[in-house]
Nanobody, 126 residues
Framework: VQFVESGGGSVQAGGSLRLSCEII????????MGWFRQTPGKDREGVAT???????GYADSVKGRFTISQDNDKYIVYLQMDNLAPEDTARYYC?????????????????????WGQGTQVTVSS
């Protein structure tokens, strides 16, 4: 499984970025894809997830500002990030796994994914 992540960068507070992650070589018929973020010295946070049935979940810290979506024809997941704040600064990772053994909400809660991208840096300045 290969991950192609893009869209990270630097932006001022209040700005927007859109992350994209294409998962190549992935073949689950039912799946969960999501975005996590981590900064040095802090625990990894499950930002948002979406599954093959269209169920979506967000961390409380990003609700109303971030929107996750997917390309239904390919294993591509997007994260639209609006009204960014300095505390959103982190390395953002794309993740994917199936739904047979665990639902997407629990996967996000526990970070229980078997496939991870290399991450893309998001830096928000005040």
């Amino acid at each position: 499984v290969q991950f192609v992540e893009s869209g990270g960068g630097s932006v001022q507070a209040g700005g927007s970025l859109r992350l994209s992650c294409e998962i190549i070589g992935y073949s689950y018929s039912t799946y969960c894809m999501g975005w996590f973020r981590q900064t040095p010295g802090k625990d990894r946070e499950g930002v948002a997830t979406i599954d093959s049935e269209g169920n979506i979940g967000y961390a409380d810290s990003v609700k109303g500002r971030f929107t996750i979506s997917q390309d239904n024809d390919k294993y591509i997941v997007y994260l639209q990030m609006d009204n960014l704040a300095p505390e959103d600064t982190a390395r953002y990772y794309c993740a994917a796994d199936g739904l047979a053994t665990m639902n997407c909400s629990r996967r996000r809660r526990f970070g229980a994914f078997g496939h991870w991208g290399q991450g893309t840096q998001v830096t928000v300045s005040s």
